[in-house]
Antibody, heavy 117, light 108 residues
Framework: EVQLVESGGGLVQPGRSMKLSCAAS????????MAWVRQAPTKGLEWVAT????????YYRDSVKGRFTISRDNAKSTLYLQMNSLRSEDTATYYC??????????WGQGVMVTVSS | DIQMTQSPASLSASLGETVTIECLAS??????LAWYQQKPGKSPQLLIY???SLNDGVPSRFSGSGSGTQYSLKINSLQSEDVSIYFC??????????FGGGTKLELK
């Protein structure tokens, strides 16, 4: 059974950093591109960042470029999102997702990140 | 960026009814379109990818169609468990990959 389990969220002050992790199991992690998608409270979905199966390519939305870094450790089957210089508008539930034909076929349960003083 | 306009924003339908949700892209996305279902308090789930391919385990009452800039999700014989928010998402070419604003489906 495919499982994606996020961790590392919580309350953080504006300007500070936070690192999210996503532990994957039930599939060969190193064969799949992965992504982070977020959802602000009572809002829609927003793609954040994507990483290729081998980590050689990464993509970011403009609003997080230069502040967020997506990475992966295929030996540990774990996806990461390092978030620096956090802003109030980054407040959201962050989902770890697996890529299938450009769509995302498995999602984690989500982890809440609240940026507030 | 490609904009995705979803309609209607909300929809009320009866059990057994057929429901259609539309998604309009701001440019041709060549069928690179997915549909997701998000039940209250849960993570989104993939229903349809590449405009009309049903994801594993998704009931056959769900179907997708469309091409170019216009796409639709149809739910036949509405069930109570279909009460959800539905999102379309384009994944054509280069990022950013964008979602529609969502359609909230309720029972009448």
């Amino acid at each position: 059974e495919v499982q994606l389990v996020e961790s590392g969220g919580g309350l953080v002050q504006p300007g500070r950093s936070m690192k999210l992790s996503c532990a994957a199991s039930g599939f060969t992690f190193s064969n799949y591109g992965m992504a982070w998608v977020r959802q602000a409270p009572t809002k829609g979905l927003e793609w954040v960042a994507t990483i290729s199966y081998d980590g050689s390519s990464t993509y970011y939305r403009d609003s997080v470029k230069g502040r967020f870094t997506i990475s992966r450790d295929n030996a540990k089957s774990t996806l990461y999102l390092q978030m620096n210089s956090l802003r109030s508008e980054d407040t959201a539930t962050y989902y770890c997702t697996r890529e299938l034909m450009g769509a995302w076929d498995y999602w984690g349960q989500g982890v809440m990140v609240t940026v507030s003083s | 960026d490609i904009q995705m306009t979803q309609s209607p924003a909300s929809l009320s339908a009866s059990l057994g009814e057929t429901v259609t949700i539309e998604c309009l892209a701001s440019e041709d996305i060549y069928s690179n379109l997915a549909w997701y279902q998000q039940k209250p308090g849960k993570s989104p789930q993939l229903l349809i990818y590449y405009a009309n391919s049903l994801n594993d385990g998704v009931p056959s009452r769900f179907s997708g169609s469309g091409s170019g800039t216009q796409y639709s999700l149809k739910i036949n014989s509405l069930q109570s468990e279909d009460v959800s928010i539905y999102f379309c998402q384009q994944n054509y070419d280069s990022p950013p990959w964008t979602f529609g604003g969502g359609t909230k489906l309720e029972l009448k």
